[in-house]
T-cell receptor, first 114, second 113 residues
Framework: DTAVSQTPKYLVTQMGNDKSIKCEQN?????MYWYKQDSKKFLKIMFS???????INETVPNRFSPKSPDKAHLNLHINSLELGDSAVYFCASSQGGDGTDTQYFGPGTRLTVL | GENVEQHPSTLSVQEGDSAVIKCTYS??????FPWYKQELGKRPQLIIDIRSNVGEKKDQRIAVTLNKTAKHFSLHITETQPEDSAVYFC????????????FGSGTQLTVLP
């Protein structure tokens, strides 16, 4: 009965590779998000997405792209991985999409780029 | 865009004492202010939130206060326990064009037994 789940939990890969992280929520929420948490614990929004609109943080490189096959899933694709991409990536979801609903986080994916 | 500053970055208190974490925000349109607790290696979890039509909210040992005029809000934890040790994040968002949570930089709270 996990609310927001992510796979894989750990991902170790070489520079230059392309990888994906999957996220699923069973809360029936309309909006999903991707956050990046760096080694200093800063939590930074990367994307927010519902079935109507994708909002991209302008600082996110275009090597990162969200893909949503349906309302319950928001996957993160990363092309040409760089050392600086190493971080913990959290998926989250909320009922509405106006930024003022409680966000529920997934368990995180620790990405290490060698 | 919104900018949220959080202080202190680290805080150590004795068990049973109170802890206070403060945040300021820049966007006067922000109207939702949640607090998240993140234990080591775990996901952030909401512990309390406040909206701009309320000045204070309390839930057992946790309280949050909001001063919209000064654009700051605070988390108060009373009678701290070792299990309160974690990183605490404040955040702010508005229902305006941004519609995204902006997080503070986090406070590592350590409760000493």
């Amino acid at each position: 009965d996990t609310a927001v789940s992510q796979t894989p939990k750990y991902l170790v890969t070489q520079m230059g590779n392309d990888k994906s992280i999957k996220c699923e929520q069973n809360l029936g929420h309309d909006t999903m998000y991707w956050y990046k948490q760096d080694s200093k614990k800063f939590l930074k929004i990367m994307f927010s997405y519902n079935n109507k609109e994708l909002i991209i943080n302008e600082t996110v490189p275009n090597r990162f792209s969200p893909k949503s096959p349906d309302k319950a899933h928001l996957n993160l694709h990363i092309n040409s991985l760089e050392l600086g991409d190493s971080a913990v990536y959290f998926c989250a979801s909320s009922q509405g999409g106006d930024g003022t609903d409680t966000q529920y986080f997934g368990p995180g994916t620790r990405l290490t780029v060698l | 865009g919104e900018n949220v500053e959080q202080h202190p970055s680290t805080l150590s208190v004795q068990e049973g004492d109170s802890a206070v974490i403060k945040c300021t925000y820049s966007d006067s349109a922000s109207n939702y202010f949640p607090w998240y607790k993140q234990e080591l290696g775990k996901r952030p979890q909401l512990i309390i939130d406040i909206r701009s039509n309320v000045g204070e909210k309390k839930d057992q040992r946790i309280a949050v206060t909001l001063n919209k005029t000064a654009k700051h809000f605070s988390l108060h934890i009373t009678e701290t326990q070792p299990e309160d040790s974690a990183v605490y994040f404040c955040a702010a968002s508005s229902s305006g064009s941004a519609r995204q949570l902006t997080f503070g930089s986090g406070t590592q709270l350590t409760v000493l037994p």
